[in-house]
């Protein structure tokens, strides 16, 4: 898979202030100078202190709502003008996310660059411009890269208080959900949080490509492997195990949701558009691991059709 490109198929230079290389058609949303702006007083929180007592603080607001709310939270069936709402929310937390990236890298030192867009695996994504945290020390790395999180959390709790105040339990859980959602940044499989964090613990740059030739080496003589060695082995036969029963999954044991996805897909954009039905989180999901399965099954064919045919033109070339 990482020769077709779904995982990772080659090493990736870092180099300053430029748009991450795996991302398609990315583009600046905020310039550095604006960035820069805000993070000058975001950096604030920064301060170990402060650090520490929000990182609690929120961390303590959310779990309270998740153990009280409990199943209402996935549950809720909510309106088109709330999902709209939602979206809205959400767009504004991911920024949030975005800046905590930056005036953490401001706070340690590091240069920083604008806020972007792109495509990831062609799902649309934010990104912020920190590559200059390389020369930073490993523990303000990894602070950092967990940023993003610290400050959806903040921005999370901040929506609890005001669902509170304002006596609006949607809003409360509009909160915990997406709050929820944002710990999949710490999944280390994909171009996320997680990926870094673990990169920088291991001190090991573009993580997936080592991983990867770890695992064609299975087989070899492992004399000379150390202690990280068969850390990115077993990384490495992990991650395939995950892609392998993602696939096993959504082929064997729900075929259907492949095959019905254009109808489930159309009835939903008919029930939130034109009927205002109400909708949960639950009923929304459902329709993002055929999505998903979708778009690695189209980048795999994109990258795997050429290089089939590279094949086959020279095996004919060879008889020739």
Not at 45 to 64: C, I, K
Not at 307 to 316: A, C, D, M, S, Y
Request: hydrophobic share 50%; aromatic share 20%.
């Amino acid at each position: 898979m990482a020769l077709f490109g779904i995982i990772e198929d080659a090493a990736v230079t870092v180099k300053s202030n430029l748009t991450p290389d795996y991302l398609k058609l990315s583009f600046i949303i905020i310039n550095k100078k604006t960035v820069a702006k805000l993070t000058s007083f975001l950096r604030i929180l920064f301060f170990p202190s402060v650090l520490w007592s929000m990182s609690m603080l929120s961390v303590l607001v959310l779990l309270t709502c998740f153990v009280t709310l409990n199943e209402e939270i996935f549950q809720t069936s909510i309106t088109r003008n709330e999902w709209t709402f939602f979206i809205l929310l959400s767009f504004i937390g991911v920024t949030f996310h975005e800046f905590g990236h930056a005036a953490a890298a401001h706070y340690y030192g590091a240069n920083h660059g604008g806020i972007g867009g792109g495509f990831y695996l062609f799902m649309p994504v934010y990104f912020a411009d920190v590559t200059d945290i390389w020369k930073l020390p490993k523990k303000e790395r990894i602070i950092v890269n967990l940023a993003g999180i610290y400050f959806e959390f903040i921005y999370a709790a901040f929506l609890v208080f005001i669902g509170l105040l304002l006596n609006n339990q949607h809003l409360i859980i509009l909160a915990c959900v997406f709050s929820a959602l944002s710990l999949y940044n710490l999944y280390p499989f994909a171009r996320s949080d997680g990926y870094w964090v673990l990169s920088d613990a291991i001190e090991l740059p573009n993580l997936m490509f080592h991983s990867t030739l770890k695992v064609k080496q299975v087989f070899n003589s492992k004399a000379d492997w150390k202690a990280k060695d068969y850390f990115l082995l077993v990384y490495g036969l992990f991650n395939y195990s995950t892609l392998l029963y993602f696939f096993y999954f959504i082929v064997i044991k729900d075929p259907y949701s492949i095959l019905y996805f254009p109808q489930n897909f159309i009835r939903l954009i008919k029930d939130i558009v034109f009927e205002n039905s109400k909708l949960s989180f639950i009923d929304f999901s459902r329709l993002f691991i055929p999505m998903l399965f979708f778009c690695l099954l189209f980048r795999f064919l994109k990258k795997a059709l050429p290089f089939l045919h590279r094949k086959i033109r020279k095996r004919l070339f060879s008889f020739s």
